[in-house]
C-alpha cells in the first residue's frame, strides 16, 4: 500500500501562524490607568451608652470614643501583655543552693585510683545526697520584662472594647455616701443588680466588679472594702491584666473617667 505525502507550502504556514497572533494582540485592550483618588477618612464612630443614677435609675446616655471602646479583639495584643505583667509581678523569692554554697565538702570523699569505686572530688556533688542542686529556682534571676506604652494602653483598650461587646460595661454618673458604711455600698450594688445584664453585680465572687472612679475616693474605696465581690480603683491605675479579671466594669463619672483613658495615647 502507497502513500502520498503532501507538502505544505512554508509560506502558508507563516502566514498562518502570524494571522492567529495578530488576532491574540487585538483582542487585548488597552485602557488608560484610573488616577489615584484620595481616601476619605473615616469620622470617628461614637457609641452611645445608657448611663444610671446610684439609685439605679436612668440618667441619660453617654457617647464612648471608638478609639478606647471599639476596638477590635486582638488576642495576641492582650495575650502577649498580660503575660509580662504576670511576669513582672513574679517576686522571685524561690531559691536553691549549689554545689559552692551547701555545706560540707572540701575533701576528696577517697583517692583516685585503686578502691574499685567511681571517682568523686566532692561529697557536695548534686548527685550525692545533700549535694548542691542542679539548674534550680535562683532569687537573682529578674523575670521581669519591658512593655511598650502604646502596647500597654492598645491592650487595655482592646479588653474594655470586648467589656463593651459583651455588654459588660456599666456607666453610673456618680457615687456619693453620707458615711462610710458597707451597708449603703450593699445597697447601691443591689440598685444596680436590678439593671438589666447586671443582675449579677450582687454576687459575692471576688471578682463580680471593677468600679473605676476618676480620682481617688476614700469614702467611696472604704465602703466598698468589705464586699468581696467589688474592688474600687481610680481609673489612672487600671490596666488590662486587671479589667479582664472581672466580669463588670463599672465606671463612674464617665466624663472625666474616658478623658483619663484617652490620655493613656
Known amino acids: 500500500m502507497q502513500y502520498r505525502v503532501v507538502a505544505v507550502p512554508l509560506l502558508a504556514l507563516l502566514v498562518k501562524s502570524y494571522s492567529m497572533e495578530t488576532k491574540k494582540t487585538t483582542i487585548k485592550k488597552t485602557t488608560a490607568p484610573k488616577a489615584k483618588t484620595a481616601k476619605a477618612e473615616k469620622a470617628p464612630m461614637s457609641l452611645d451608652l445608657a448611663m444610671y443614677n446610684q439609685k439605679g435609675a436612668s440618667a441619660g446616655t453617654f457617647a464612648l470614643p471608638e478609639k478606647v471602646f471599639g ?155 468589705n464586699l468581696p465581690g467589688v474592688t474600687v480603683m481610680a481609673v489612672n491605675e487600671v490596666n488590662a491584666l486587671i479589667a479582664m479579671s472581672f466580669h463588670n466594669v463599672v465606671i463612674v463619672d464617665p466624663a472625666k473617667s474616658v478623658a483619663t483613658l484617652e490620655a493613656k495615647l
Open 71 to 225: 476596638l477590635k479583639w486582638n488576642a495576641d495584643l492582650v495575650h502577649q501583655v498580660v503575660v509580662a505583667m504576670q511576669a513582672n509581678k513574679r517576686a522571685g523569692t524561690a531559691h536553691t543552693k549549689d554545689r559552692s554554697e551547701v555545706s560540707g565538702g572540701g575533701k576528696k570523699p577517697w583517692k583516685q585510683k585503686g578502691t574499685g569505686r567511681a571517682r568523686h572530688g566532692s561529697n557536695r556533688s548534686p548527685i550525692w545526697i545533700g549535694g548542691g542542686v542542679t539548674f534550680g529556682p535562683r532569687n537573682d534571676k529578674d523575670y521581669s520584662q519591658k512593655i511598650n506604652k502604646k502596647m500597654r494602653a492598645k491592650a487595655l483598650f482592646t479588653v474594655l472594647s470586648r467589656k463593651f461587646a459583651d455588654e459588660a460595661v456599666l456607666l453610673v454618673d456618680g457615687l456619693s455616701f453620707k458615711e462610710m458604711k458597707t451597708k449603703e455600698a450593699s445597697a447601691v450594688l443591689s440598685s444596680f443588680s436590678a439593671i438589666k445584664g447586671f443582675e449579677k453585680l450582687g454576687s459575692k465572687k471576688p471578682t463580680t466588679a471593677l468600679v473605676l472612679l476618676p480620682e481617688h475616693n476614700e469614702m467611696t474605696e472604704k465602703s466598698f472594702a
